[in-house]
C-alpha cells in the first residue's frame, strides 16, 4: 500500500505546486496591472498575494476552486440552478440514459455478429469505421439538427452518448459471448439445448466480465457526450452548459469547478459500475 | 462453430422443411408479388401501377432474370455476381420514374420492390461473407455500405424529405464538389496545422515521458494512477480554458491535442516497454548490452503493437479535440468553424459535407496507422491470419 500511496502523494503535490507556481505565473502581469491602477504597493509578496485572490484570475489556485465548489455544493439546495449538484444531475441523467441504450444496441449487434457470419463479414468493419467519425466534434450539430423537428432536451444528448457508447461494448461483448468455453458449448449440444437457451445459460454469463470491463470505458465516454452535447444549448442546465457560460462571461473559477465536478462525476459513476461488477459476479461465483 | 449447417453435415438425409424450400427466395419474392398489387408512384394524386405505360416492368423483369439465371449458374459465386448485376439494375427504377417526373411516395408497390432487391442484396453478401480473401473482408463490407447509402438516398428522395433534416447523399456529394475549395482550406486550418502539430507533440511527449518514468519507476508507480484517474475526467472541457491561455489559432487547438493525447500514449507506451519477457531481458544482459541497447533493440520493438494500440486511440482523439476547441473560438476557416456557422445559415449539405470529410480524414488516419503496423509488427500473434 505505501509502496504506492507515497509515490502517487508525492507526485499529487508536485502536481498541486506547479500549479500554485502556473497560476502565480500566468495571472502575474493582470495583478500587476490592477496594483497598479489602485496605485497600491508593488513588492513581490503583494503581487502574489493578489495573483491569488484574484476575481477572473487567468488560472485560479486550487483553493479557490475548492471553495468555489464548496459554495456552490453548500450554499443552495440540491435543486436550485445555482448548486453544481444539480447540473451534474441533468449530465448524469442524460449520460446514463445513453450507456443504456448503447447497452441494448451494443448487445444486440455484438449478438448479431457473433451468430451471423453475414453479419460478421458486413458490418463489424464498419463499427470499428463509426469510431473513425469524430461524432464528439459534430454533435452539437446533431443537437441543433433533432432540435428542429422538435426534439429536444435528454434524446439529443442520449442518442451522442449512445453512439459514442456503444462500440467498447459491441467489441467487448463479441469477445465475451466467444469466450464461451467450447467443451461446454458441446455439452449444451449433447443436452440437445437449441441455440437460444446456450445463449442464455452459457455465452451470456460468461460473457459477464468483459461486459464490465467494456461498461467501465462506456460510463466515462457517455459523461463525455454528455457534457459536449449540452454545449449548443447555451445557458441552460448541465454542466456542459456551466462551461460554456463560464467561458462566454471569463468565469475561469467557474470552468475549472464544472470540470472537476464533471472528473468528480466519472468517477463516482465508474464507482457505482465496480461495485455492480462486485455484487452480481461475486453472486455467479466468479471470485 | 455451430452454424445452419451443423444439421445437414451430422445428418446429410435428413429432409425438413427448413431445408426443402428456399426461404430467401420466398423473402424475395412474396413481397414483390404482393407489391405488383399496389401502385408505384403517382402522377399529380393519381396512382401510376405496374403496368400503367412506364417502363417500370422492364427493370422487374430484368431483376427475375438475374435470380434465375444465378440459379443456374455452375458456382455460388458467379450465381452471386449475376444476382449482384440484377440488384444494380433494379435500384435504377426509382430513378427512371422521377425522371419520368413522378412523386415515389405512398407508393407501397415500388418500396415493397426495394425491399425485396435488398434482401437479394443480403443473400448475395452472405455467399461472398463465405469466400476467404478480399471478397469478404473487402467487397462484402462495401456492399454492406453501398446498401446502406443506396437505401439513404432512395428514402430520403423517395419521400422527399426535406434537405434541412437529412440531405441525401448525391447532395452531399454535389456539396463536397461545389465547396472543395473552402472545404479544402478547412482541411488545412484543421488537419494540417492544428492536428498534425497537436498529435505529434502530444504523442511524442507521453512517448519521453513514458521511458523517463520505465528508468525511474518512482515516477511511473506516481503517474499511472493519475493516469487512470485522467481518462476519467472530460478532458475536451479544458477546451474554453485553452482558447483563453492561447488565442484563436492553432496554438489553442495544438494545446488542446496535447492534453488530450499524452495520457493515452504514457499508460500504453509503460504498457508495452513492461512486455518483454524475463528470459529475453536476461538474454540481452548475458551479452552485456546496456539500458540505451536493450530498450532500443528488444523492449522498443516488443512495444509496437501497444505503441500502435495508442497512435491509433489518439488518431480519433486529437481530430475530435480540434474540432470541438474551434467552436470556442477560431479564425473564420476550420471544420469546427464551418460546422457552426453552416448549421445557424441552415447550409446543412454543406455540414454534411464536413462531416464527410472528417471521417474520411478520420478512417484515414486510423487506416495509415494499421497499414504501418501491418508492415512493422508483421511478426507479432494477432497479425497472423485466422
Given at each position: 500500500?505505501?509502496?504506492?500511496?507515497?509515490?502517487?502523494?508525492?507526485?499529487?503535490?508536485?502536481?498541486l505546486a506547479a500549479w500554485y507556481v502556473g497560476a502565480a505565473w500566468l495571472n502575474w502581469p493582470q495583478a500587476v496591472e490592477t496594483l497598479m491602477r489602485a496605485s497600491k504597493p508593488t513588492g513581490v509578496a503583494d503581487v502574489l498575494a493578489q495573483a491569488y485572490a484574484m476575481k477572473r484570475p487567468i488560472l485560479p489556485t486550487p483553493d479557490q476552486v475548492v471553495v468555489e465548489?464548496?459554495?456552490?455544493?453548500?450554499?443552495?439546495?440540491?435543486?436550485?440552478?445555482?448548486?453544481?449538484?444539480?447540473?451534474?444531475?441533468?449530465?448524469?441523467?442524460?449520460?446514463?440514459?445513453?450507456?443504456?441504450?448503447?447497452?441494448?444496441?451494443?448487445?444486440?449487434?455484438?449478438?448479431?455478429?457473433?451468430?451471423?457470419?453475414?453479419?460478421?463479414?458486413?458490418?463489424?468493419?464498419?463499427?470499428?469505421?463509426?469510431?473513425?467519425?469524430?461524432?464528439?466534434?459534430?454533435?452539437?450539430?446533431?443537437?441543433?439538427?433533432?432540435?428542429?423537428?422538435?426534439?429536444?432536451?435528454?434524446?439529443?444528448?442520449?442518442?451522442?452518448?449512445?453512439?459514442?457508447?456503444?462500440?467498447?461494448?459491441?467489441?467487448?461483448?463479441?469477445?465475451?459471448?466467444?469466450?464461451?468455453?467450447?467443451?461446454?458449448?458441446?455439452?449444451?449440444?449433447?443436452?440437445?439445448?437449441?441455440?437460444?437457451?446456450?445463449?442464455?445459460?452459457?455465452?451470456?454469463?460468461?460473457?459477464?466480465?468483459?461486459?464490465?470491463?467494456?461498461?467501465?470505458?462506456?460510463?466515462?465516454?457517455?459523461?463525455?457526450?454528455?457534457?459536449?452535447?449540452?454545449?449548443?444549448?447555451?445557458?441552460?442546465?448541465?454542466?456542459?452548459?456551466?462551461?460554456?457560460?463560464g467561458?462566454?462571461y471569463g468565469q475561469t473559477v467557474q470552468i475549472w469547478a464544472?470540470?472537476?465536478?464533471?472528473?468528480?462525476?466519472?468517477?463516482?459513476?465508474?464507482?457505482?459500475?465496480?461495485?455492480?461488477?462486485?455484487?452480481?459476479?461475486?453472486?455467479?461465483?466468479?471470485? | 462453430?455451430?452454424?445452419?449447417?451443423?444439421?445437414?453435415?451430422?445428418?446429410?438425409?435428413?429432409?425438413?422443411?427448413?431445408?426443402?424450400?428456399?426461404?430467401?427466395?420466398?423473402?424475395?419474392?412474396?413481397?414483390?408479388?404482393?407489391?405488383?398489387?399496389?401502385?408505384?408512384?403517382?402522377?399529380?394524386?393519381?396512382?401510376?401501377?405496374?403496368?400503367?405505360?412506364?417502363?417500370?416492368?422492364?427493370?422487374?423483369?430484368?431483376?427475375?432474370?438475374?435470380?434465375?439465371?444465378?440459379?443456374?449458374?455452375?458456382?455460388?459465386?458467379?450465381?452471386?455476381?449475376?444476382?449482384?448485376?440484377?440488384?444494380?439494375?433494379?435500384?435504377?427504377?426509382?430513378?427512371?420514374?422521377?425522371?419520368?417526373?413522378?412523386?415515389?411516395?405512398?407508393?407501397?408497390?415500388?418500396?415493397?420492390?426495394?425491399?425485396?432487391?435488398?434482401?437479394?442484396?443480403?443473400?448475395?453478401?452472405?455467399?461472398?461473407?463465405?469466400?476467404?480473401?478480399?471478397?469478404?473482408?473487402?467487397?462484402?463490407?462495401?456492399?454492406?455500405?453501398?446498401?446502406?447509402?443506396?437505401?439513404?438516398?432512395?428514402?430520403?428522395?423517395?419521400?422527399?424529405?426535406?434537405?434541412?433534416?437529412?440531405?441525401?447523399?448525391?447532395?452531399?456529394?454535389?456539396?463536397?464538389?461545389?465547396?472543395?475549395?473552402?472545404?479544402?482550406?478547412?482541411?488545412?486550418?484543421?488537419?494540417?496545422?492544428?492536428?498534425?502539430?497537436?498529435?505529434?507533440?502530444?504523442?511524442?511527449?507521453?512517448?519521453?515521458?513514458?521511458?523517463?518514468?520505465?528508468?525511474?519507476?518512482?515516477?511511473?508507480?506516481?503517474?499511472?494512477?493519475?493516469?487512470?484517474?485522467?481518462?476519467?475526467?472530460?478532458?475536451?472541457?479544458?477546451?474554453?480554458i485553452?482558447?483563453m491561455w492561447f488565442g484563436?489559432?492553432?496554438?489553442?487547438?495544438?494545446?488542446?491535442?496535447?492534453?488530450?493525447?499524452?495520457?493515452?500514449?504514457?499508460?500504453?507506451?509503460?504498457?508495452?516497454?513492461?512486455?518483454?519477457?524475463?528470459?529475453?531481458?536476461?538474454?540481452?544482459?548475458?551479452?552485456?548490452?546496456?539500458?540505451?541497447?536493450?530498450?532500443?533493440?528488444?523492449?522498443?520493438?516488443?512495444?509496437?503493437?501497444?505503441?500502435?494500440?495508442?497512435?491509433?486511440?489518439?488518431?480519433?482523439?486529437?481530430?475530435?479535440?480540434?474540432?470541438?476547441?474551434?467552436?470556442?473560438?477560431?479564425?473564420?476557416?476550420?471544420?469546427?468553424?464551418?460546422?457552426?456557422?453552416?448549421?445557424?445559415?441552415?447550409?446543412?449539405?454543406?455540414?454534411?459535407?464536413?462531416?464527410?470529410?472528417?471521417?474520411?480524414?478520420?478512417?484515414?488516419?486510423?487506416?495509415?496507422?494499421?497499414?504501418?503496423?501491418?508492415?512493422?509488427?508483421?511478426?507479432?500473434?494477432?497479425?497472423?491470419?485466422?
Amino acid at each position: 500500500m505505501t509502496r504506492r500511496a507515497l509515490p502517487v502523494t508525492v507526485m499529487t503535490l508536485l502536481l498541486l505546486a506547479a500549479w500554485y507556481v502556473g497560476a502565480a505565473w500566468l495571472n502575474w502581469p493582470q495583478a500587476v496591472e490592477t496594483l497598479m491602477r489602485a496605485s497600491k504597493p508593488t513588492g513581490v509578496a503583494d503581487v502574489l498575494a493578489q495573483a491569488y485572490a484574484m476575481k477572473r484570475p487567468i488560472l485560479p489556485t486550487p483553493d479557490q476552486v475548492v471553495v468555489e465548489l464548496w459554495n456552490s455544493l453548500t450554499g443552495y439546495a440540491p435543486t436550485s440552478p445555482r448548486n453544481l449538484l444539480f447540473h451534474a444531475w441533468v449530465t448524469a441523467e442524460a449520460a446514463l440514459t445513453g450507456l443504456a441504450m448503447g447497452l441494448v444496441l451494443g448487445i444486440l449487434l455484438a449478438a448479431g455478429i457473433v451468430y451471423t457470419r453475414t453479419l460478421e463479414a458486413s458490418l463489424l468493419p464498419w463499427v470499428i469505421a463509426s469510431q473513425t467519425v469524430p461524432i464528439l466534434a459534430i454533435a452539437p450539430m446533431i443537437v441543433v439538427i433533432l432540435g428542429n423537428i422538435g426534439l429536444t432536451g435528454l434524446l439529443p444528448k442520449a442518442v451522442i452518448c449512445m453512439y459514442l457508447c456503444f462500440f467498447p461494448i459491441t467489441v467487448g461483448m463479441v469477445k465475451g459471448l466467444r469466450s464461451a468455453d467450447p467443451l461446454w458449448l458441446d455439452l449444451m449440444r449433447t443436452y440437445s439445448a437449441g441455440g437460444l437457451r446456450a445463449f442464455w445459460s452459457l455465452r451470456l454469463p460468461a460473457s459477464m466480465p468483459f461486459l464490465f470491463a467494456s461498461l467501465k470505458v462506456s460510463v466515462a465516454i457517455s459523461v463525455v457526450g454528455a457534457i459536449v452535447g449540452e454545449l449548443p444549448t447555451g445557458g441552460q442546465a448541465g454542466l456542459g452548459a456551466r462551461l460554456l457560460s463560464g467561458s462566454y462571461y471569463g468565469q475561469t473559477v467557474q470552468i475549472w469547478a464544472a470540470l472537476i465536478m464533471a472528473s468528480l462525476l466519472s468517477v463516482a459513476l465508474i464507482a457505482v459500475v465496480r461495485g455492480l461488477e462486485l455484487v452480481l459476479l461475486g453472486r455467479a461465483g466468479a471470485r | 462453430m455451430s452454424n445452419l449447417t451443423s444439421d445437414e453435415a451430422t445428418n446429410p438425409y435428413r429432409t425438413n422443411l427448413r431445408s426443402a424450400v428456399d426461404w430467401g427466395l420466398i423473402a424475395i419474392g412474396l413481397p414483390i408479388l404482393a407489391g405488383l398489387a399496389f401502385p408505384i408512384a403517382d402522377r399529380s394524386g393519381e396512382p401510376v401501377g405496374w403496368f400503367d405505360g412506364t417502363n417500370a416492368p422492364f427493370f422487374l423483369v430484368g431483376f427475375v432474370l438475374a435470380v434465375i439465371a444465378a440459379a443456374f449458374a455452375p458456382k455460388r459465386v458467379w450465381g452471386a455476381w449475376v444476382e449482384l448485376a440484377g440488384v444494380a439494375f433494379a435500384w435504377l427504377l426509382p430513378l427512371h420514374l422521377m425522371n419520368g417526373g413522378l412523386m415515389l411516395s405512398d407508393a407501397w408497390g415500388l418500396w415493397l420492390f426495394l425491399f425485396g432487391t435488398m434482401v437479394l442484396l443480403w443473400r448475395v453478401m452472405a455467399v461472398f461473407a463465405g469466400v476467404p480473401g478480399w471478397t469478404r473482408s473487402v467487397l462484402v463490407p462495401g456492399l454492406f455500405g453501398l446498401g446502406l447509402l443506396v437505401a439513404w438516398e432512395q428514402l430520403v428522395t423517395g419521400f422527399s424529405v426535406p434537405a434541412i433534416l437529412l440531405p441525401a447523399p448525391s447532395r452531399i456529394l454535389v456539396a463536397i464538389i461545389h465547396n472543395a475549395p473552402v472545404l479544402w482550406d478547412d482541411f488545412r486550418q484543421t488537419v494540417l496545422t492544428s492536428v498534425l502539430r497537436g498529435y505529434v507533440m502530444g504523442c511524442s511527449a507521453g512517448f519521453l515521458v513514458a521511458i523517463l518514468a520505465d528508468r525511474v519507476p518512482f515516477l511511473a508507480r506516481g503517474l499511472l494512477p493519475l493516469g487512470n484517474l485522467a481518462s476519467a475526467i472530460p478532458v475536451v472541457g479544458i477546451a474554453p480554458i485553452m482558447v483563453m491561455w492561447f488565442g484563436f489559432d492553432w496554438q489553442s487547438k495544438a494545446a488542446v491535442i496535447v492534453v488530450m493525447t499524452f495520457f493515452p500514449m504514457l499508460i500504453n507506451t509503460l504498457a508495452g516497454l513492461g512486455n518483454s519477457e524475463r528470459i529475453q531481458l536476461d538474454l540481452m544482459r548475458s551479452y552485456g548490452a546496456g539500458y540505451g541497447t536493450t530498450l532500443a533493440k528488444l523492449r522498443l520493438p516488443n512495444a509496437l503493437p501497444f505503441l500502435f494500440n495508442g497512435l491509433k486511440i489518439n488518431s480519433t482523439l486529437a481530430l475530435i479535440g480540434a474540432i470541438v476547441a474551434e467552436f470556442f473560438g477560431t479564425p473564420v476557416v476550420g471544420m469546427g468553424f464551418r460546422i457552426s456557422t453552416e448549421v445557424a445559415r441552415m447550409n446543412l449539405d454543406v455540414v454534411w459535407a464536413t462531416i464527410a470529410v472528417a471521417a474520411l480524414t478520420g478512417s484515414g488516419l486510423y487506416g495509415a496507422l494499421a497499414v504501418l503496423e501491418r508492415v512493422t509488427t508483421a511478426w507479432h500473434p494477432s497479425m497472423r491470419g485466422r
